[in-house]
């Protein structure tokens, strides 16, 4: 039903430019009653950050930016949803437009700056649905005109800790100016060990908000191992891998779009983005979970996130194309997969990491 409604909603929807038409879609799911989430096969299940993930499939941060329709989204099958990007105070983000469809390369060029109504907005809706089901979180950032970012970042986990099951600090946003230099080896660990004190200061009394960390996926190996060993040794809950690319890989059929500035993903950030995730699960050495998030647009790419180490997969920009019929085909895919191997998700996480490392995949 969900496909088949897309399918004619699609030609309408991409007949407008990218920005309105997804303004649309939330308002649309905004106005769609709340319905519980549809029950999953059990072999789907994932234990992970000592919590119960009903299926491994989440919606990757940017898509309910304001956090508008976590449960929504949720009734349409994920298994979590990750909302956001939040900063502590509102911000128009960048000129439209800043959102550009490369229909040929199945891609999407953004360059949105954090758009935001802010933390305040956020806590309040975020407070209008406690109680509820499901697996929330939310993406953190920095506003652009900020004099001390690490303390807007401290500012949201206070102030979002008992609201979200996890927190996704982020630091590689390539919309920002200066905001992946905090991927710095010194920024990271001061970043790292003030947002933990902070979480750990607010959760006291209630179970433990997870902090997360997302990475660019345009990072040096050497820049990648001083993110894990710094990561490790600051208590971050988890790894997600990764963010949108800056690089314009010389296979992009939309030449002219490409030129946009701004961050990529969708299809073409599916092989550099799995084999960074490959490469982090290799340094973490099982240590923390990993998520994968990149170019996932099918079962078999979900699938090869979580060879490569993901414990969960997150996707946003295959909706634009796919539909959200694609949250279902994907589990149902995971399932054939998982039934035709004789093998669970645990046994396959992080399987083929090294091959995939080296670009076999």
Same mark, same amino acid.
């Given at each position: 039903?969900?496909?088949?409604? #897309? @399918?004619?909603?699609?030609?309408?929807?991409?007949? /407008?430019?990218?920005?309105?038409?997804?303004?649309?879609?939330?308002?649309?799911?905004?106005?769609?009653?709340?319905?519980?989430?549809?029950?999953?096969?059990? %072999?789907?299940?994932?234990?992970?950050?000592?919590?119960?993930? &009903?299926? &491994?499939?989440?919606?990757?941060?940017?898509?309910?930016?304001?956090?508008?329709?976590?449960?929504?989204?949720?009734?349409?099958?994920?298994?979590?949803?990750?909302?956001?990007?939040?900063? &502590?105070?509102?911000?128009?983000?960048?000129?439209?437009?800043?959102?550009?469809?490369?229909?040929?390369?199945?891609?999407?060029?953004? *360059?949105?700056?954090?758009? @935001?109504?802010?933390?305040?907005?956020?806590?309040?809706?975020?407070?209008?649905?406690?109680?509820? &089901? +499901?697996?929330?979180?939310?993406?953190? $950032?920095?506003?652009?005109?900020?004099?001390? *970012?690490?303390?807007?970042?401290?500012?949201?986990?206070?102030?979002?800790? $008992?609201?979200?099951?996890?927190?996704?600090?982020?630091?590689?946003?390539?919309?920002?100016?200066? /905001?992946?230099?905090?991927?710095?080896?010194?920024?990271?660990?001061?970043?790292?060990?003030?947002?933990?004190?902070? *979480?750990?200061?607010?959760?006291?009394?209630?179970?433990?908000?997870?902090?997360?960390?997302?990475?660019?996926?345009?990072?040096?190996?050497?820049?990648?191992?001083?993110?894990?060993?710094?990561?490790?040794?600051?208590?971050?809950?988890?790894?997600?891998? %990764?963010?949108?690319?800056?690089?314009?890989?010389?296979?992009?059929?939309?030449?002219?779009?490409?030129?946009?500035?701004?961050?990529?993903? +969708?299809?073409?950030?599916?092989?550099?983005?799995?084999?960074?995730?490959?490469?982090?699960?290799?340094?973490?050495?099982?240590?923390?979970?990993?998520? $994968?998030?990149?170019?996932?647009? %099918?079962?078999?790419?979900?699938?090869?996130?979580?060879?490569?180490?993901?414990?969960?997969?997150? #996707?946003?920009?295959?909706?634009?194309?796919?539909?959200?019929?694609?949250?279902?085909?994907?589990?149902?895919?995971?399932?054939?997969?998982?039934?035709?191997?004789?093998?669970?998700?645990?046994?396959?996480?992080?399987?083929?990491?090294?091959?995939?490392?080296?670009?076999?995949?």
């Amino acid at each position: 039903m969900i496909g088949a409604l #897309f @399918s004619l909603a699609k030609p309408a929807l991409h007949a /407008l430019d990218a920005e309105t038409a997804h303004q649309l879609t939330i308002r649309g799911l905004s106005l769609m009653p709340v319905m519980p989430t549809p029950a999953d096969d059990p %072999s789907l299940s994932v234990e992970v950050f000592d919590k119960t993930f &009903p299926n &491994p499939v989440g919606l990757a941060a940017g898509f309910d930016k304001q956090c508008e329709v976590p449960d929504q989204l949720l009734g349409l099958g994920f298994g979590f949803v990750e909302l956001g990007g939040v900063v &502590p105070k509102q911000q128009a983000g960048n000129p439209r437009p800043r959102v550009f469809r490369l229909t040929q390369d199945e891609a999407v060029i953004n *360059r949105f700056g954090l758009n @935001s109504d802010g933390l305040d907005a956020a806590c309040r809706r975020l407070t209008q649905r406690r109680g509820r &089901p +499901g697996i929330v979180g939310v993406n953190i $950032g920095a506003n652009k005109d900020s004099v001390d *970012r690490i303390a807007d970042y401290v500012l949201c986990i206070q102030r979002l800790c $008992g609201l979200a099951d996890f927190l996704t600090i982020n630091v590689s946003s390539p919309n920002t100016p200066g /905001l992946r230099d905090l991927q710095g080896e010194a920024f990271l660990d001061d970043l790292l060990a003030r947002s933990i004190g902070a *979480r750990d200061k607010a959760d006291q009394g209630r179970s433990k908000t997870i902090i997360l960390l997302k990475i660019a996926p345009d990072i040096s190996l050497d820049t990648l191992d001083a993110i894990v060993a710094t990561a490790l040794k600051r208590g971050i809950d988890g790894l997600t891998v %990764s963010n949108t690319t800056v690089a314009r890989p010389e296979s992009l059929k939309e030449k002219a779009l490409a030129s946009e500035t701004g961050g990529l993903s +969708g299809k073409p950030l599916f092989v550099p983005s799995t084999k960074l995730l490959a490469e982090a699960f290799l340094r973490v050495e099982r240590k923390i979970p990993l998520i $994968g998030v990149g170019g996932v647009d %099918s079962a078999e790419a979900a699938w090869a996130k979580i060879r490569a180490g993901a414990s969960l997969v997150q #996707f946003y920009s295959a909706m634009v194309y796919k539909g959200p019929g694609l949250i279902g085909d994907i589990k149902s895919g995971l399932v054939q997969t998982l039934t035709r191997e004789k093998t669970s998700l645990a046994q396959a996480i992080g399987r083929d990491a090294s091959a995939i490392a080296r670009g076999e995949f």
